[in-house]
């Protein structure tokens, strides 16, 4: 008995204290490094849990690696474990990405599925004690899961926020930006990935792809079809990318990230309204 109190209570201070910070120390935890004694002392009401969200087989035209946005999103949570304190789970690795579903490889979910996977992670979790979710986005027609994910999750007393991918990186991109139109595989996604991981790049492979934009968008590989028509996969000019470009993109959008996480913290969960009698 007293052993299994020293246990709990040295966890306890490992969890809730951490050891002094050393410089390159991350100030973050990985949840699935821990076991589920000490996750219990982690996941508190006040912990900030964020959850990356990158597609793992989702196409990016031929010069690109069907993992593109994992490779994001692990990188990004990377960055996120090294500057702040907060608990960060695995990545979700599917969701709702419809547009690219006539490219070999590439996955979607149905928008309800994608939702009420998201609900059902949140809502595992928050279980536990933790009240405040970031989803690090790094797709943009997931947002149209999100949002109703963090709808539902309000009614149960839980915060769910989650990255505007867009609207991060179009800030540092508007200054850097060469062609005259696309957002997929294109000049700035590619530059990003060259800042990144640039051994996942063979730029010989860019290719410039541009049609009229579809509303909704929806690449399409045969001309004359439903969508945006694209042979190679890309929407835009991969040929100007450059690893410059993509380190001021992607530090901007660190930036973003940082920020939207220390906002979370001081969010109030909303009062959960009592049921009927």
């Known amino acids: 008995m007293t052993m299994h109190i020293a246990l709990v209570a040295a966890i306890a201070a490992l969890a809730l204290t951490g050891p002094a910070q050393q410089p390159g120390t991350p100030m973050g935890v990985r949840l699935e490094l821990y076991s589920w004694v000490e996750a219990e002392k982690l996941l508190q009401p006040d912990t900030v849990v964020v959850i990356p969200l990158g597609a793992a087989l989702k196409e990016h035209g031929p010069h690109l690696r069907l993992r593109n946005d994992l490779t994001l999103a692990e990188y990004f949570a990377g960055r996120v474990e090294a500057a702040s304190s907060v608990v960060i789970t695995p990545p979700l690795t599917h969701h709702f990405y419809p547009a690219f579903l006539e490219y070999p490889g590439s996955t979607s979910l149905t928008l309800e599925t994608a939702r009420d996977y998201t609900v059902q992670i949140v809502r595992s979790l928050a279980r536990y004690g933790p009240k405040r979710f970031y989803i690090l986005n790094t797709g943009i027609s997931t947002t149209r899961a999100l949002e109703p994910a963090a709808a539902l999750l309000a009614q149960e007393g839980i915060v769910l926020r989650y990255t505007d991918f867009a609207a991060a990186a179009e800030r540092a ?17 590619t530059s990003m990935m060259l800042y990144i991981d640039d051994a996942s790049v063979n730029m010989q492979l860019a290719v410039k792809d541009i049609s009229p934009a579809s509303t909704p968008f929806r690449l399409n590989r045969q001309p004359g079809g439903t969508g945006t028509h694209s042979w190679s996969g890309v929407w835009g000019d991969a040929t100007l990318a450059t690893r410059e470009k993509g380190r001021i993109i992607v530090e901007s959008v660190v930036t973003v990230i940082l920020r939207d996480i220390e906002a979370l913290r001081t969010a109030r969960p909303a009062a959960i309204a009592p049921a009927p009698a």
């Open 173 to 189: 991109a508007a200054s850097v930006r060469q062609q005259s139109i696309g957002s997929h595989a294109d000049e700035l996604e």
